[in-house]
């Protein structure tokens, strides 16, 4: 079964595209760098290590004094986490796996 995005658009499947044609860390950070402001890709990482985190049942207070996340943000990222697309839970499962099976 395909996933259908509901935010789908020739745009979007233009800028996934691209990314995954990145390779390497410096080219992220390039690329990232003229495509978002620094707060924005400060914010998404963040988000992703909130998300590792209740992944891990860490309590929010721990999160929040760890990542500085506000707990709308915590909220916001454990809500996807529950109803979401499962994009956290794909990620979390990869590099699982790559820990694992190095």
Request: charged fraction near 25%.
């Amino acid at each position: 079964m395909t996933y259908q995005s509901k935010f789908a658009s020739k745009d979007i499947d233009g800028l996934f595209d691209v990314i995954l044609r990145l390779k390497t860390r410096e080219e992220c950070y390039r690329f990232f760098e003229d495509l978002c402001t620094v707060k924005e890709v400060q914010d998404m990482a963040q988000r992703l290590r909130v998300a590792m985190m209740l992944d891990q049942k860490i309590s929010y207070q721990v999160i929040s004094a760890e990542t500085h996340a506000s707990t709308a943000t915590i909220s916001r990222v454990n809500k996807a986490l529950i109803y979401g697309a499962d994009g956290y839970k794909l990620i979390m499962q990869k590099l699982n796996a790559e820990v694992h099976h190095p």
